[in-house]
């Protein structure tokens, strides 16, 4: 076994959780090559892992002249074994004209003819049920016979990054990532002017330097979070985000304030503890053994529903309170 290509997920959060998995092919197989692909996104997030050979970008919807480009890309280094993390049927065709000996990927959506083996889903009376997505990576790799390691998710921060960020984020003080946004969409989002008032108290009593955490497309959540904060919050990346940047900044945090998003996975990534603003989705996806700190959520009669955008009164959000999470962060910072 010489050449192994994994194609890993699309979100950020689901690609750090995919990393026990990709540890435990290297360990598997150490004397192959491991290449991943994915969005340019996720080969930044995984860029700098010792057992990563090679990254390679995909674009996230391709034609099908595109995907006929992609495969060519990916032959050379997917003729032993193509490892299928996304539930995509475009993941799977892609593996299948990559050409690779050995298909592996979970039987959804009736993908199965395109695998040379087809791993059932996890279910409860016949239904697919969720399951921590670190170990639902992990447990698609059993036709291999890996095994994960227990030591959870990783990340690298490299050294370039960590000196374009540091000069924005010196002081005294625990330092506070608050990170207001989610990709998934607006119904995962907490108020803006609560996340301000978060930065506020836990600047006044625990002396805390708040560090705004956002991204690309993020900058009417980012404006408003400004807007509402009495004190002043740091801002690292010099208006220029990258996810190299936001790896860096989270490595050096003390506690990370966010909503159900990928900045709450690169965190347990980094070992930092996250107080995390949970509200339509389910915390069996994304509720693992590897995170320090806690998910705070309130049991609505809609929820969780799993919807991007909220058709009620976004009461699974709103009712979790600014004092709530405050008190919580404080805990952290004692």
Known sequence: MNHL???VPNWVGDVAMCTPALRALSHRFPEA???VAGRASACALL????????????????SAWGMLRAARALRPYARDLAVIFPHSSRAAILARLAGA????GYDREGRAWLFTDAVAPHKINGKIEPIYMASEYVD?????????????????ASADALAQIDPHLDGHGPLVGIAPGAAFGPS????????????????????ARCVLLTGPGEEA???????????????????SPSIAKLKAAISRLDLLVCNDSGTRHIAVAFRVPVVCI??????????GPYEKGEVLRVDVDCGPCQKPVCTTDHRCMTRITTEWVASTAMQYLA
């Open 140 to 156: 698609l790799l059993a036709p291999l016979e890996c095994h994960d390691d227990g030591e959870g998710l990783e990340l690298a």
């Open 5 to 7: 290509l994994a194609l």
């Open 188 to 207: 995962k989002l907490w108020p803006a002017e609560r996340y301000a008032a978060v930065a506020d108290t836990l600047a006044e009593k625990a002396g």
């Open 47 to 62: 860029e700098g892992l010792p057992y990563i050979h090679r990254a390679i970008q995909l674009d996230a919807r391709p």
């Open 101 to 104: 000996r050995r298909r592996v």
């Open 278 to 287: 949970m509200g339509p989705t389910s915390p069996k996806y994304s509720c």
């Open 221 to 239: 959540t980012r404006d408003a979070v400004i807007r509402h904060a009495k004190r002043p919050l740091l801002q690292y990346d010099e208006g």
């Open 33 to 35: 090559e491991l290449t």
